[in-house]
């Protein structure tokens, strides 16, 4: 009677643990299409990597990564709202990318067409120059702005991204004028930096980390030093108040019914709050946030005032 009732208890727990997982996948027997507006091997690629592996190992819900590239994001953004609005496709968006791109002529798309549901990492800029650059510090490389204004280049993501603006930031801080070179995303810049067909590049902590070793990290605007570029000085410690980066989060078409939209935000927390994933990003440079559905409102309004103050203050708008 006890092996009986032992046994009970065993396919009983099997079974709540099962539904457990069930209840956790927001499409069960389905397949999320996962939109990275970005080449592969950027910090966007990589991280969805991530969530689709741990989204099918742990819960059983299948995510399959699509890079779909150009024009810096806006080709993909573009196309949002056209995508079936059933929760099967997401986007990947990208702050202040969304916001300031507009602002260019010729995009396909508008700040509101974006419906962003959930925010899960930001990555600090960095400035970096080769392993082989003659600039061995910050300093170096102001010094060769300041002596010959507009002819150090800078490589960066996209115009009118996170890394436009913090090489804007970087030039009226500074009181220099270098040349951005926008390229598709980070993952396209790189053999550039590293041949030094660009004299530096403004990038992100994950890919300091990454190619640690082949360029040389600068500055990063992160409140502190990382535990991986123990020698890299922070923007602060140079006298730059100077924290921040690339917001990266999901965003389905605007016709999604809102219970789709709350289970995939749920979803999308759920990922970014497992302890295996929350290690590995953070080690590798990502500073996590938790920007649910429920905050998404206040959260634009914030960012997009920053956004546009900063673009204001480059003279990249009047």
Avoid: C
Avoid at 33 to 62: H, M, T
Avoid at 70 to 99: E, F
Avoid at 171 to 190: Q, R, S, V
């Amino acid at each position: 009677m006890r092996i009986i009732s032992g046994l009970r208890l065993i396919v009983l727990s099997w079974g709540l643990l099962f539904a457990g997982l069930i209840q956790a996948q927001p499409f069960p027997g389905k397949t999320i299409q996962y939109i990275i507006p970005f080449p592969a091997a950027g910090e966007s690629d990589l991280v969805a990597r991530y969530q689709a592996e741990l989204s099918a190992k742990k819960y059983n819900q299948q995510m399959v990564v699509i890079n779909r590239a150009g024009a810096g994001g806006a080709l993909a953004w573009s196309q949002l709202n056209s995508y079936p609005a059933d929760g099967l496709t997401v986007v990947g968006v990208n702050i202040p990318h969304i916001i300031l791109q507009p602002l260019q002529e010729g995009i396909q798309f508008k700040t509101e067409d974006i419906n962003s549901i959930y925010f899960y990492h930001y990555t600090p800029d960095a400035l970096m120059v080769s392993a082989d650059s003659p600039y061995k510090t910050f300093q170096d490389l102001v010094a060769a702005a300041k002596k010959d204004p507009g002819k150090v280049s800078l490589a960066g993501s996209a115009l009118y991204s996170a890394n436009h603006m913090a090489v804007e930031r970087l030039n009226k801080a500074m009181g220099i004028k270098t040349e951005y070179i926008p390229f598709k995303g980070t993952g396209d810049l790189i053999t550039s930096l590293i041949g030094m067909h660009v004299d530096g590049a403004m990038g992100y902590l994950p890919l300091a980390i990454q190619q640690k070793g082949k360029v040389r990290t600068l500055a990063i605007a992160a409140e502190k030093r990382h535990p991986a570029l123990p020698d890299v000085p922070t923007f602060k410690e140079l006298g730059i108040n100077w924290v921040d980066g690339a917001y990266r989060g999901i965003g389905v078409p605007k016709a999604t019914p809102k219970l789709i939209q709350q289970k995939l935000s749920d979803y999308f927390a759920l990922l970014n709050s497992d302890p295996e994933i929350k290690k590995k990003l953070e080690d590798a440079g990502f500073v996590l946030v938790d920007i649910p559905l429920s905050k998404m409102p206040a959260f634009m309004k914030e960012k997009t005032a920053q956004a546009m103050d900063d673009a204001k203050n480059a003279g990249m708008i009047k």
